[in-house]
């Protein structure tokens, strides 16, 4: 037998590629010799090589499974164009095309199929798995995506539950699950319902250190808007989302006024033109591209020197995804958002009178909270970013917060009577509850519960309730205490939250500018 082709040859005469990029050759190496792996890498990071060299480098097919019927086609063609043997299945292709693919497939002629899940689980195709078990000829199976099996995230596919039978049908067969969006409480959800407890896990680094982030109060965005890419981004490619159709294009135009060369891109435009705006935007220099999230989803331009968002995105992975399409060429690139309070009023009350079950609407609550947190913080913006992917960082020295240190206020005494409610009453109840309890209010809960006995009852009369939200969002977001999901948000210290209760560590945070406390009363409905 001639020596098996190691993986940097593969990598080389295969891809075209030199070297391997960060973790990827002790990934390659782990599946390759058949061990399981979940891996943890931001966008762009180059998760493929990770199953595609393995896949190339066992005998027999790789089984891939995908939920993106766009990405699958891309990565066939692209491996196809390499001279790889590759396939899909899905919905897309007619009896015949796919009765071919499986054809190949029985023959042993593929070294990659992408499969949609769906199909994976249908008794037709594991028969067809079961017949390359049989003659050693199934490779590996990589799961992309694998947040999708997440049942409190926004992508969640019921299908990949029941990938947790393939370690049980083909135990002997390597598995990789892969995704960019995991923090860690799901990074936990996955290895447990995808069955990989086992599997050694590769986590990359998420942060983008080019990237400088910016959060400025809202007062008129798009003067503020336009101010900053005059002055940072003059003739610059940039991006600037708007959450409404009608935002986006009323800024584009405004935009144009002024003088800067802006297209608008929303779902609701007419196929043609929103291909033509797509086109322009990567091949003109110094375009810039009012959307809403519709833009950007496998948009590959590396010079985007800025993104902008006018509203609050829906969550920190959004933000982070939005973000991160600034600066991919690694040369400096910025964030920059305009925030205010009536933002969170208004995407509160879109979640409220949505038709969503209770379950994701209390998820879409937190994940909001979580994202005011960020907004609010007057430490690291970056460490605040990172810090949600589970990783630890120093202060960056290139956001906001760092460059230009905000005001504060010492808020260590609050801090800790709203941990020592979270203790006295059980680790059990949410912030409105324990805001209750705290303000002394003898609600029908509180009395049920006894807890106009416990020592915190009414210990925080000082504050009133909007500045106690702002209190607990900021005690989430910078995870003293966690939120439950699974016990209708209710609030458990962390290992953080000792130092705080002890006395040893302070608290603050950002003082809000006189006009926007004004500003953030209420709105008449
Ligand atoms: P992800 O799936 O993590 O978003 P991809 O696998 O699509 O990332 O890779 C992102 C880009 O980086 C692709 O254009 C890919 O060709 C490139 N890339 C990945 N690994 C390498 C490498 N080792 N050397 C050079 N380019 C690489
Ligand atoms: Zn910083």
């Known amino acids: 037998m001639p020596p098996a082709p190691s993986a940097l040859h593969v990598l080389e005469h295969v891809f075209g590629y030199t070297a391997f990029r960060g973790p990827q050759q002790d990934i390659v190496e782990h599946v390759a010799a058949g061990g399981d792996a979940l891996v943890l890498m931001p966008t762009g990071g180059g998760k493929s090589l990770c199953y595609q060299v393995p896949a190339l480098l066992r005998e027999g097919t790789a089984i891939v499974v995908s939920p993106l019927i766009a990405l699958m086609h891309d990565q066939v063609s692209a491996l196809v164009e390499a001279g790889v043997s590759a396939a899909f299945l899905n919905s897309s292709l007619d009896m015949d095309r796919a009765r071919a693919v499986e054809r190949a497939l029985y023959d042993g002629e593929l070294d990659l199929l992408y499969v949609a899940p769906e199909r994976l689980m249908t008794p037709r195709f594991l028969d067809q798995l079961d017949h390359l078990r049989d ?40 598995r990789i699950a892969l995704t960019a969006t995991a923090d860690r409480q799901t990074r936990e959800e996955i290895a447990q319902r995808l069955r990989l407890e086992d599997a050694r896990r590769f986590v990359s680094s998420f942060d983008r250190p080019n990237i400088r982030y910016t959060i400025v109060d809202k007062q008129d965005a798009r003067r503020q808007l336009l101010g900053f890419i005059r002055e940072e981004f003059p003739s ?30 929303h779902a609701g435009l007419p196929a043609e033109q929103r291909a033509e705006h797509q086109t322009r935007f990567l091949r003109e220099d110094g375009l810039v591209m009012v959307a809403t999230i519709a833009f950007g989803m496998g948009i590959d331009k590396p010079d985007v020197r800025f993104v902008a968002h006018l509203d609050l995105p829906r969550s920190i992975e959004g933000y982070y995804q939005e973000t991160g399409r600034a600066g991919r060429d690694g040369l400096p690139a910025q964030a920059w958002m305009a925030w205010g309070a009536q933002d969170v009023v208004q995407q509160r009350r879109m979640i409220d009178e949505s038709e969503a079950g209770e379950d994701f609407k209390r998820l879409a609550r937190n994940r909001l909270d979580v994202l005011v947190g960020l907004v609010e913080a007057t430490t690291c913006r970056r460490q605040h970013l990172l810090a949600y992917f589970g990783e630890d960082a120093a202060p960056c020295g290139n956001c906001d917060n760092c460059l230009n240190p905000p005001q504060t206020w010492d808020a260590t005494d609050a801090a800790r009577k709203a941990l020592s409610c979270v203790y006295r009453t059980g680790q059990r109840y949410g912030a409105g509850h324990l805001i209750d309890v705290l303000r002394g209010e003898r609600s029908e809960k509180v009395l049920e519960r006894g807890h106009d006995q416990v020592s915190t009852f009414g210990i925080g009369a000082e504050l009133d309730e909007k500045q106690w939200r702002t209190l607990f969002r900021q005690l989430v977001a910078r995870e003293y205490v966690a939120v439950d999901h699974e016990r209708y948000g209710a609030l458990a210290l962390t290992d953080l939250a000792r130092p705080l209760l002890r006395g040893e560590a302070e608290f603050l945070m950002r003082l809000v500018p006189e006009r926007d406390k004004r500003r953030s009363k209420r709105p008449a409905r």
Do not use: M
């Open 135 to 174: 003659t050693g000829r199934l490779a590996l199976f990589a799961i992309d995506e694998a947040h999708c099996v997440s049942q409190w995230g926004h992508d969640f596919r019921p299908e990949y539950l029941q990938l947790s039978i393939l370690p049980e049908r083909y135990p002997s067969i390597p």
């Open 236 to 265: 610059d490619a940039g991006i600037v989302y708007c959450l409404s159709r009608r935002k986006v294009e009323e800024t584009a135009a405004w935009l144009c006024e002024q003088g800067v060369n802006a297209l608008p891109y």
